[in-house]
């Protein structure tokens, strides 16, 4: 049975996504949507990026300095293990779950509000395709702010970890960046950049889903979003361990 609900909702989800990436019927109603969300869901997500990741490359670069004190390990490994972290999980992986929380129960109770105050239904029956003017926004929105999210987090969770370096006597700062840049692979940088797109249009797309089809009132519309955060979540860590697997080889 439960296999067998997972299937149909899947095929209503492709559905859905077939819907939503359809030719816009007037494109500069589109851009100024666009827009609109880039400002929403992007711009408005800093704040919160920026502060998670000043404390949590903080919390990373005390936690290695704590667990690698041997003097057979090199002293920069603590900025090298601290940059690797950060570049190959935090600033992609991470900061998507976060986000899943913020941006996509947004998303979710936000449609979810007009399909149960029938404003869905109005456009629908004013001839207009509701799923891609309500969803294709906010998905391309998101998707083309995420690479600006992530180098956000990137250089703030670094930053962290040169504060905590600058202002207490854990490791040395001239230590810390030396291992920031020993061995540096660029390649890191855009793995994260790459698995940050994929993260955006699920967390936006399966958001928008979950409020689009909305069934009730306003406790209905708490429940799906919390179905869109918990789903969006889930297909995160899966299609991390996929894409890992695909790029790291």
Same mark, same amino acid.
């Given at each position: 049975?439960?296999?067998?609900?997972?299937?149909?909702?899947?095929?209503?989800? !492709?559905?859905?996504?077939?819907?939503?990436?359809?030719?816009?019927?007037?494109?500069?109603?589109?851009?100024?949507?666009?827009?609109?969300?880039?400002?929403? @869901?992007?711009?408005?997500?800093?704040?919160?990026?920026?502060?998670?990741? #000043?404390?949590?490359?903080?919390?990373?670069? /005390?936690?290695?300095?704590? *667990?690698?004190?041997?003097?057979? /390990?090199?002293?920069?490994?603590?900025?090298?293990?601290?940059?690797? /972290?950060? #570049?190959?999980?935090?600033?992609? $992986?991470?900061? !998507?779950?976060?986000?899943?929380?913020?941006?996509? $129960?947004?998303?979710?109770? %936000?449609?979810?509000?007009?399909?149960?105050?029938?404003?869905?239904?109005? @456009? %629908?029956?004013?001839?207009?395709?509701?799923?891609?003017?309500?969803?294709?926004?906010?998905?391309?929105?998101?998707?083309?702010?995420?690479?600006?999210?992530?180098?956000? !987090?990137?250089?703030?969770?670094?930053?962290?970890?040169?504060?905590?370096?600058?202002?207490?006597?854990?490791?040395?700062?001239?230590?810390?960046?030396? &291992?920031?840049?020993?061995?540096?692979?660029?390649?890191?940088?855009?793995? &994260?950049?790459?698995?940050?797109?994929?993260?955006?249009?699920?967390? $936006?797309?399966?958001?928008?889903?979950?409020?689009?089809?909305?069934?009730?009132?306003? #406790?209905?519309?708490?429940?799906?979003?919390? *179905?869109?955060?918990?789903? $969006?979540?889930?297909?995160?860590?899966?299609?991390?361990?996929?894409?890992?697997?695909? #790029?790291?080889?």
């Amino acid at each position: 049975m439960v296999i067998t609900d997972s299937l149909a909702t899947f095929g209503k989800y !492709c559905l859905f996504i077939k819907r939503i990436f359809s030719i816009p019927d007037k494109w500069h109603v589109f851009f100024r949507r666009t827009i609109s969300e880039i400002s929403k @869901l992007g711009v408005d997500s800093i704040p919160l990026v920026i502060i998670i990741s #000043l404390f949590i490359g903080a919390v990373i670069t /005390i936690q290695m300095q704590l *667990n690698i004190m041997s003097p057979l /390990i090199p002293a920069y490994a603590v900025g090298m293990a601290t940059r690797e /972290i950060i #570049l190959l999980e935090f600033s992609s $992986s991470i900061l !998507c779950l976060i986000l899943a929380g913020k941006v996509g $129960s947004n998303i979710a109770s %936000e449609i979810g509000t007009m399909r149960v105050t029938e404003q869905i239904d109005a @456009l %629908e029956i004013m001839g207009v395709n509701s799923a891609n003017y309500l969803v294709l926004p906010k998905i391309t929105a998101f998707i083309v702010f995420m690479p600006v999210l992530v180098v956000f !987090c990137m250089g703030t969770s670094l930053i962290g970890g040169y504060i905590i370096a600058l202002f207490t006597d854990i490791i040395p700062v001239s230590r810390y960046i030396y &291992g920031m840049q020993t061995m540096f692979i660029q390649w890191y940088v855009w793995y &994260g950049i790459i698995k940050s797109l994929f993260f955006a249009f699920i967390i $936006s797309s399966v958001a928008s889903f979950y409020g689009y089809y909305v069934k009730g009132g306003a #406790l209905d519309v708490g429940k799906s979003s919390t *179905n869109a955060v918990v789903t $969006s979540s889930i297909l995160i860590l899966l299609f991390d361990v996929i894409l890992t697997k695909l #790029l790291l080889q």
